[in-house]
C-alpha cells in the first residue's frame, strides 16, 4: 500500500477544502454530499452522537448558521493506498480550540466523509 501518493493527496485535500468552505458558510446541499450516505456512517460531535447518514443530515438541517466561521491549524492529511484517507485538523471558534478527525473513503460518487469526531479541548488549552 502506497501512503501519501500526490495525486490521491490532492482529490483528498480539494474534497477537504470543499467541507471546510461548505461548513463555515452552511452550505447544507455540500455537506450532505459529502458524507456517505449509509447506515454504517458515524458523526461525533461536540454534544451529539449521530449514527448513520439520516441522523447526520437531519443535525445538519437544524443547525443555527450563526457563528460558525473558523480558522484551521496543524491540518494532516493522509492517505492509504488510493481508496482511504484521514484528515485530521485542530480549529479555533470564537477563542476555544477544538479538533476535527474525518475518514475518507472514495465512493463511486467520490470522496466522502465514513466517520467524523468533532471536540472542543478545555478552556485554556494550547495547540
Known amino acids: 500500500m502506497e501512503i501519501n501518493d500526490p495525486e490521491v493527496v490532492a482529490e483528498v485535500t480539494t474534497a477537504f477544502r470543499r467541507y471546510e468552505a461548505a461548513l ?38 437544524g443547525r443555527s448558521p450563526a457563528g460558525l466561521a473558523r480558522e484551521l491549524d496543524r491540518t494532516v492529511i493522509t492517505t492509504y ?12 471558534r470564537g477563542g476555544r480550540l477544538g479538533r476535527q478527525s474525518q475518514t475518507w473513503a ?5 470522496w466522502r466523509v465514513v466517520s467524523a469526531h468533532v471536540s472542543l479541548m478545555p478552556e485554556g488549552s494550547s495547540a
Do not use: H, Q
Open 81 to 92: 493506498g488510493r481508496d482511504m484517507a484521514t484528515a485530521n485538523t485542530l480549529f479555533r
Open 24 to 61: 463555515v458558510s452552511n452550505d447544507v446541499a455540500v455537506l450532505d454530499e459529502l458524507f456517505w450516505d449509509d447506515p454504517l456512517t458515524i458523526r461525533y460531535g461536540i454534544a451529539e452522537n449521530l449514527y448513520g447518514y439520516g441522523e447526520i443530515k437531519a443535525f445538519r438541517a
Open 106 to 110: 472514495r465512493t463511486p460518487g467520490g
